[in-house]
């Protein structure tokens, strides 16, 4: 009886169909099998990167503790984001004066490892300069709900933005997006959707696909980008200021140089700062942002 059976089985083996000639002949190949052991092993890599790329771009654990009560002089927005429904918070800084005739406004968009709360003195600089601040959370940072990435902040973004269009002291010509590494890649994609009257980019890259080398990956598989390179060219004319440090060590100061190739008008400013310490002179950080409002009439003299 076993013997049947052996027979039987060896029968079936006989009858399967051979591997074609050519996957035989590649396989029986050292370097063949090599190379699939690699590709193999490369496909792991990419996929692990790809399911870091949250936390790697988003390091919102080391951001600090978030803020328990609300800042003096400030409002707190709260909207509920357009996919998943995540509570998402801003706070918002009316300027002195504005409820007497329409000010303009400003949308901050901080760094990848701060928060809204830690950004009061960029409030009182521009509230120094008569303005309206908007100070604008990233999802899963600081109190807000849900997981932060490209598509979810601008949408966050955009829904603060019509939030503001609804506020009789705001002047709706004069939007000016201002946004810190990070945040500059926020602040361009906005302008794609929202155009603003002018837009900051302060210690920003050129695209976050202009890293994923660094790392092993592709850049076609970044999934959120953040183009700001392919957004500029679209702002033509627009007012817009590049503040970068020349010792740069995060985002070399070559990010800050080649932003200004797509916008060749733009004012650029730099300096011999590193990145986490941009900007080491305070006031000749406020004194370049305040001559560019002047010289676009944002503000007066």
Known sequence: MSDQVTAAAASEISAAPPAPRG????????LARVAIVLLVIYGVWCAGMLGLE?????PRQFAGEPHR???PGAEQVWIRAVDDGSRVEALYFQAPGAAAAPAPVVIYAHGNGELIGQQMHIVEMYRSMGMNVLLAEYRGYGNCEGTPSQRAIVSDFEQFHSWLLRRPEIDPDRFIYHGRSLGGGVAAQL????RPAALILETTFTSITSF???YGVPPFLVRSPFRTDRVLPTLRGMPILIMHGRRDTIVPVSHG?????????ADYYETDDDHNDFPTDA???RETIRAFLVKHGFVGE
């Open 191 to 194: 302008a794609a959707s929202r």
């Open 69 to 71: 009560a609300v800042p």
């Open 257 to 265: 140089r080649r932003l200004r190739d797509p916008a060749p008008w």
């Open 212 to 214: 994923a080398w660094r």
């Open 283 to 285: 006031r000749a950080y």
């Open 54 to 58: 949250t936390n790697l771009l988003f």
């Open 23 to 30: 996957i035989r002949r590649v396989l029986r190949r050292p």
